[in-house]
């Protein structure tokens, strides 16, 4: 494929980028190569190494297929996919990262990713401070001579926060600082933060790009210049993706721009009838002018996907639980990114600082009439009960 043509559309990559099918015999489906190993045909061909497979937790044509994809999709140089998510963030984190080294990380990121910073990472002396990160100045005033890594989640997926990425990663720049960010929520679909300065972008694949709930993986996508540490980690630390698993990510991947823009059409019919309902106290969903940083969310992303947060006007956690116990199409589940709508209840910290008990919900391709029918049924349940 010519690479001097004008830019592909997401569409195109989705469901033609890297893939030769003359290479295959054909075959319009790139096949799993589910194998370990590579051999070759003498010695002197096995140790000149170059253009040659050898074992799959170093390179894997089916895994190759999906590097180059996910690389196209975020506009980054490289890419790197992992068995998790969570193997994908640790990758990327510890390729940046030794003892006294000092991260910033946003205060509402991924539970396991803060986890590991603040458990794990802490043993060999590496130290973390959070902020809240809606403002520049939070990085600012938490910045120490030996910061090493902004870690950034934009939104991050239950109190739907954003960062203003391009002055975050102006700042990192100006002190050396790695920025990393977790775009698993928006995807390449709807936010490049490549294109506002961030230097490595992790997603959980197992999310939308995979799309249904049927795989567990991860992704680094990123530059020339830090691919080698992360290809170093996921070899030594062997957190690769099996390329079964990698083929199920390339043919989620292959209506991902359609998936995508049907589940934001979805949760925003969704999300502007919650506001309205007397049972809610505040819908916290970029995609609504209400949100107090839309007008960021429309600067640095295209559009909203399926998940967001709403928080009721009784604040206890039985109003909650109730609501989604007498739910009948949203499925009770941890996950989200794929064809179905779910729901679970939370304590979930508002924009203005507030806890308050809500439901952390997404919203799947099913017809948005009958989610909202369900959700109302389900209000008004819960009311009855609390009266």
């Known amino acids: 494929m010519d690479e001097e043509r004008e830019p592909l559309s997401f569409e195109e990559i ?19 190569f589910q194998n370990s190993l590579f051999t070759a045909p ?21 895994t190759d297929i999906l590097n180059a ?30 003892s006294g080294d000092h991260v910033v990380c946003v205060k509402h990121a991924y539970y396991p990713a803060r986890a590991l910073l603040q458990d794990y990472l802490s043993r060999f002396g590496v130290e973390v401070t959070f902020v809240r990160g809606d403002r520049v100045e939070d990085f600012e005033q ?9 870690y950034l989640e934009s939104p991050t997926s239950i109190n739907l926060w954003l960062q203003p990425l391009e002055e ?5 720049r100006s002190h050396g600082i790695t920025t990393i960010i977790d775009n698993t929520w928006a995807t390449p679909i709807f936010q490049r933060p490549m294109q506002l300065g961030v230097d490595i972008v992790v997603h959980s694949a197992s999310k939308y790009l995979g799309g249904h709930s049927d795989v567990i993986a991860g992704v680094v996508c990123t530059s020339r210049q830090h691919i080698e540490a992360i290809h170093r980690e996921m070899t030594l630390v062997g957190g690769i993706l099996d390329p079964f698993a990698g ?20 949760a925003l019919k969704v999300a502007q009838w919650l506001e309205q309902h007397s049972a809610v106290h505040r819908v916290l969903y970029p995609g609504l002018p209400s949100h107090p940083q839309h007008d960021l969310a429309r600067r640095q992303m295209s559009g909203f996907s399926g998940l967001f947060s709403f928080t009721l006007k009784q ?18 589940g941890v996950s989200w990114g794929g064809y179905e709508s779910l729901a679970l209840p939370m304590l979930i ?25 369900d959700m109302e049924q389900a209000l008004r349940h819960a009311e009855d009960k609390g009266r």
Not at 142 to 150: C, Q
Not at 247 to 266: A, K, S, Y
Not at 349 to 371: N, T
Request: net charge positive; aromatic share 8%; hydrophobic share 40%.
């Open 14 to 32: 989705c469901t033609r980028w890297g893939e030769e099918p003359e290479r295959y015999l054909g075959s319009v489906v790139p096949p799993i």
């Open 42 to 62: 003498s010695v002197e061909a096995r140790s000149r190494r170059a253009g040659r497979y050898i074992y799959t937790r170093e390179s894997n044509p089916t």
């Open 69 to 98: 994809k996910l690389a196209a999709l975020e506009g980054a140089e490289d890419a790197r996919c992992f068995a998790s998510g969570m193997a994908a963030i640790s990758a990327a984190l510890m390729s940046q990262l030794r």
């Open 142 to 150: 938490a910045l120490r001579p030996n910061t090493r890594v902004f």
């Open 168 to 172: 975050v990663c102006s700042l990192a």
């Open 247 to 266: 083929w199920l990510i390339l043919r989620g991947l292959r209506t991902l721009p359609t998936r995508l823009h049907q589940h934001q059409q979805n």
């Open 315 to 332: 604040n206890w956690r039985e109003a909650a639980v109730g609501v989604v116990d007498a739910l009948r199409m949203f499925h009770i």
């Open 349 to 373: 910290e508002d924009y203005d600082g507030e806890q308050r008990w809500g439901l952390r919900v997404h919203i799947g391709l099913e017809p948005p009439e009958r989610l909202i029918a």
